[in-house]
DNA sequence: CAAACAGTTTAGCCTTGGCTAACAATATTG
DNA sequence: CAATATTGTTAGCCAAGGCTAAACTGTTTG
């Protein structure tokens, strides 16, 4: 049976909506999934050493492995790779730092995290819940609906 | 420099929602979103073979092969997962079908995609947009934000 | 200033989820 | 019904992202 199957209307309810979308859509869907994952981790650790520079002046390892709840190993390879893709500059020992392609994704991820975290408390989520849904969806969420989201969360403000 | 740093309140900006959360719940968050991921892909794979049981009276390796824009070896590989963890019953060179358990995950998976994906197009996404969106954040929506999103839905269609 | 502690790195292992290539089974059709 | 096309499986490769254990560097302090 192929996707062309001239049985599906028989099989399926014909609620349009519901309908399995088109192979091409449906395959893009899990591609642009799949896309996400590969970045969001690299953008979660360049946004959370965005976070700590920030805030604390200065962004070690050791803060990182903790926040993260990861090994300070993983931390170390992870920091090589960031290193390797230009987005942080280290000397052994020594605190990270960002370079400007680092500031410039930190930004972005930290005006994606803010958006969808705000627009989760002005749905009226609980600032616990919020955040960690937040943390989870923020990779997920197309610049259309993020423009969306902060709309929204800008009417409820005026009110 | 530690987490409990004395001059964090001198270097960073004094915005309440805006500041680090404490390490112990900023570590939850990120936990909880590795941990969606590990189950994430499998609910992906259940999710798609009910729908293709439901809409087409069977699941191929094939169909799930092109419509995830995946190998087809992948796909089998990934089913003798599905077959490990008794989500999925096959026999070699024949449709898939699912276990009880398959289908109850199936059911969730599906449920809680319809959610995220009608509370998109309330909000005034585009449907194209809305699925690719629905497709990444519905493993990172909380059951409480869930009912939230189920709950907006039927009030902008009472209107 | 040497010893002890804290922080960092490296080595080596594991699982997951991709891939291609080669082979096997089933289905279709001339 | 044999040849061909489609579908499924297996073997073996790779990168990413975890881990622990051990070695090394830097900092603090008796």
Redesign the pocket.
């Known amino acids: 049976m192929?996707d062309s199957n001239p049985n599906a209307a028989l099989t399926a309810p014909s609620i349009p909506g519901d309908a399995l979308p088109p192979v091409e859509q449906h395959a893009q869907q899990y591609a642009t999934v799949?896309n996400a994952?590969?970045t969001?981790?690299?953008e979660d650790y360049v946004e959370l050493i965005g976070d700590l520079l920030a805030h604390r002046g200065e962004a070690?390892?050791?803060?990182i492995?903790n926040r993260?709840?990861?090994?300070?190993?993983?931390?170390?390879?992870?920091?090589?790779?960031l290193n390797e893709l230009e987005l942080v500059t280290?000397?052994?020992?020594?605190?990270l730092f960002l370079t400007e392609a680092g500031q410039k994704m930190a930004e972005t991820s930290r005006a994606r995290h803010d958006i969808v975290l705000h627009f989760l408390r002005a749905l009226g989520v609980k600032d616990a819940t919020a955040r960690i849904d937040a943390e989870g969806m923020e990779h997920h969420v197309s610049d259309e609906t993020l423009a969306i989201m902060q709309r929204f969360t800008e009417q409820q403000q005026n009110n």
Chains 1, 2 share one sequence.
């Open positions: 192929t799949r994952h590969e969001e981790l690299i070690r390892a050791a803060d492995a993260m709840a990861v090994s300070q190993a993983t931390v170390s390879k992870m920091i090589r790779r280290s000397k052994p020992y020594r605190s």
